[in-house]
């Protein structure tokens, strides 16, 4: 979410005539963007503020913005209180307040609108920065802001307000203008993606908004996240089922195998609803090409986790064998319902020991899905040299590495896969590869 929030940023500054600069101190306006998702996000976004204030004290004209969750949508004053030498300070997805300080412009936006009408500001076309277009082969696009499913440990909701779907035709403009530059692949964001178009009343949903982006001409794959196991519809998965260019990956959390831990987390599911959803997701897609692969998240260490329940929690990962599994360990967010009611009682040193089994676990059974690719060919979208060799992406957002003196950028090709690993694998070009170009696509005209 904070990479389309920063690269609606770029276009906002670029459309006022500013040009990206690698270097803080060459820079005239710089924007950080933050995240506190977890308390060592929190604390980066706090170092990397202060390590802007000799900047600052060295030019007085340089224009300091900090953006994101750090600010939140209530957060501000307190924050101009402790960081004086800040000029700007914007909520999440907010691009008005630093326009409006860069043009003098009077924000005559009522607080209730103001970051709707802002965001909307730049709806449709959005200009990548000069050095990627025409390079930049996969981006994101913002479809639900916000957040209105509170979990107990959760800081979104408090941080970037309540769930707001953007209009189906902002979504559709930003994207074809985003295909006009080059891009072949967007995944739609949200903080719960599923409920896309629940606040609005022209009867969208994430289903209709994919079946609408499916037409761009163009635009070569499409991919969503992030979604929830309350709100992940049959409707949802027969859209995904149904469009080639919807990729077959879901990302579906579930961050705890004990149900008592759910029911303190306010999930609002069992374990075997899980259980359920994950069987319904295989069957629903196991048409598609080459099968489907799932990603959860799991929090180990929450507060009253016993050992047992813990335990129930690695039982259900290794029994769904999914294909990626994010991993964290809790940290009270101050303002949660957790942080406010609950004791953090599991110890640091039992939450990391918990942590490594569920790493170990995963890489297991990441590199057991990973075996079965070796051998095959597959599709991959190709997005950029790494070190002297292509770095892409199959259909299950496997990834992929490619040794080759063809320019392969924005290219789907029918590779061998030749190795695989946990997190990673090789793959060879066939002896006559067909690179497979995306369509072509109008350029964004220009005056």
Not at 41 to 54: F, I, K, M, T, V
Not at 137 to 157: D, K, Q, R, Y
Not at 220 to 248: C, G, Q, W
Request: one cysteine or more; proline letters at 6%.
């Amino acid at each position: 979410m904070n990479v389309a929030d920063s690269q609606r940023v770029a276009s906002a500054l670029e459309r006022l005539g500013y040009q990206m600069t690698e270097l803080p101190e060459e820079a005239d306006v710089i924007v950080l963007n933050t995240c506190v998702v977890r308390q060592s996000a929190e604390d980066r976004a706090y170092g990397r503020l202060h390590s802007l204030r000799p900047l600052k004290e060295r030019n007085p004209n340089l224009v300091i913005n900090v953006m994101g969750c750090l600010v939140g949508v209530k957060n501000a004053e307190p924050l101009k209180k402790r960081f004086p030498f800040v000029d700007v300070f914007s909520p999440p997805s907010d691009v008005g307040p630093l326009v409006a300080y860069l043009t003098q412009e009077e924000a005559r936006l009522s607080e209730e609108k103001a970051t709707l009408e802002r965001f909307a500001l730049m709806d449709g076309e959005l200009l990548l920065p000069q050095h990627q277009r025409g390079r930049q082969v996969s981006a994101f696009v913002s479809a639900v802001l916000g957040c209105s499913h509170a979990c107990t440990f959760c800081i979104i909701p408090y941080r970037r307000g309540v769930e707001r779907s953007r209009p189906i035709a902002a979504i559709l403009g930003e994207i074809r203008s985003l295909v006009a530059q080059g891009v072949k692949e967007v995944t739609l964001l949200g903080q719960i993606v599923d409920r896309y178009g629940k606040d609005l009343d022209d009867g969208s949903s994430l289903a209709s908004l994919l079946r609408c982006v499916h037409e761009i001409e163009g635009l070569e794959r499409i991919r969503f996240l992030t979604s929830h196991p309350n709100y992940l519809t049959e409707d949802l998965l027969d859209a995904v089922a149904e469009l080639p260019k919807v990729m077959p990956h879901i990302e579906v959390p579930v961050q705890a195998g004990d149900d008592e831990v759910l029911a303190r987390m306010k999930r609002g599911y069992t374990a075997d609803d899980y259980r359920r959803l994950i069987e319904r997701i295989r069957s629903h897609l196991a048409g598609k090409t080459p099968g489907v692969s799932i990603a959860t998240d799991i929090i180990v260490g929450f507060p009253g986790e016993s050992e047992a329940q813990f335990q129930r929690t690695y039982d259900l990962l290794a029994e769904l064998k999914l294909d990626v599994a994010h991993l964290a360990r809790y940290s009270p967010r101050p303002g949660t319902v957790a942080a406010r009611k609950m004791v953090d009682d599991v110890p640091e040193e039992e939450k990391m020991r918990r942590f490594r089994l569920l790493e170990e676990l995963q890489e297991r059974i990441a590199a057991e899905i990973n075996a079965t690719y070796v051998g095959k060919t597959v599709e991959v979208l190709f997005e950029e040299k790494v070190r002297g060799r292509w770095k892409g992406r199959t259909p299950t957002n496997k990834l992929v590495f490619l040794e080759s003196e063809e320019d392969l950028r924005g290219k789907v090709v029918p590779v061998l896969i030749t190795w695989a690993g946990p997190w990673s694998m090789q793959a060879a070009l066939p002896p006559t590869p067909e690179l497979r170009p995306a369509a072509a696509a109008e350029p964004i005209a220009r005056p």
